[in-house]
């Protein structure tokens, strides 16, 4: 087992003990531990994982009973942090995207300006980490946002017709998807910067180790600091921008299906790969590009296939 997860189960199993919580099953997982936990007859699964973006998680499953929701208020799972559990800035910059493990659509890149005043009508609002919000809640969400606070908004939507052509270029040059993402966010920050007085600093919802918001914003010389952290959707503007971001990828998605014909998958497994050969199949492998972001290994099955077991013609 991973030290990160040991630790964190050494510090885990007494705390639940004092609860009168005890572990009936545990099992291993990819990257992570599946504990099924039970008290006083009812049962819950915690599953507990670590990765070097976001450190541990955990994620409660199963029907919900008082022993699930006594876990949530013990793992304070959900609980929206407070605006010093990253910084004590007045006035900030949050920004967060959408769309980097997508195989179709696009990339995009939101940045919201929230003042420490404003939280409470953030929350209210029904701000979160738009993973766990449902798509119907992250656009009334997002509708709310732009209603009450569209001059604090910046987004970066880049369609990926747009996206493979930057992706050829950078990737000519040695640089990576992180790179363009670096300056995504900067791009949306900077913008913010230009619009917002009085901004107090910059946080970033980490996708890099190497930090490269940080490094592109330095070469702008904002002069004010910039984080990057694991987990920053939990802070409130991150939180904002990551619904905003959300919400502008499904809206890109659904206007690509409606001009396509087509019902286009999220993520990128195997699920995506036979509409990607039913695309090439009506408009052409030359046209995927309108769709996918080519470099993504999917590609690969979708051209093997088209050149070695081409449709036959009707």
């Not at 900067?186 to 913008?191: L, P, S, V, W």
């Not at 190497?210 to 914003?217: I, M, Y």
């Not at 990551?242 to 087509?262: G, N, T």
Request: aromatic share 8%; net charge positive.
């Amino acid at each position: 087992m991973d030290k990160h997860l040991e630790s964190a189960l050494a510090q885990l199993l007494p705390e639940l003990a004092r609860h009168g919580i005890s572990v009936a099953i545990r099992r291993e997982l990819a990257y992570g531990l599946q504990l099924r936990l039970e008290r006083d007859g009812q049962a819950a699964t915690l599953n507990i994982y670590w990765s070097l973006k976001k450190g541990i998680s955990q994620v409660l499953a199963g029907k919900p009973n008082s022993l699930q929701a006594d876990l949530e208020k013990l793992l304070n799972l959900g609980a929206p942090a407070s605006v010093g559990d990253f910084h004590t800035w007045e006035r900030w910059i949050g920004s967060d995207e959408c769309g980097k493990g997508d195989y179709f659509g696009a990339l995009v890149v939101a940045a919201f300006a929230l003042d420490a005043e404003k939280v409470d009508e953030i929350r209210s609002l029904g701000v979160l980490d738009s993973k766990k919000l449902t798509d119907l809640q992250v656009k009334g969400i997002a509708h709310s946002l732009y209603e009450r606070f569209s001059d604090r908004i910046a987004c970066v939507v880049i369609k990926p017709l747009r996206y493979n052509e930057i992706m050829a270029d950078r990737q000519s040059r040695g640089e990576n998807l992180n790179d363009l993402l670096a300056w995504q966010h900067g791009a949306a920050i900077m913008e913010l910067l230009g619009r917002v007085p009085l901004v107090r600093g910059v946080l970033v919802d980490q996708f890099s180790l190497h930090k490269k918001v940080s490094k592109f914003l330095k070469t702008k010389e904002i002069g004010i600091p910039v984080e990057e952290r694991p987990k920053a959707e939990s802070d409130p503007a991150v939180a904002a921008a990551s619904v905003i971001a959300r919400y502008q990828f499904l809206q890109s998605r659904q206007a690509m299906d409606r001009h396509y014909k087509m019902s286009f998958p999220l993520g990128s497994g195997k699920n995506v790969l036979p509409p990607a050969q039913a695309f090439a199949d009506k408009y052409g492998w030359n046209r995927l590009a309108e769709v996918a972001k080519l470099h993504f290994v999917t590609s690969r099955g979708v051209r093997v296939r088209d050149i070695f077991d081409p449709p036959a013609d009707k």
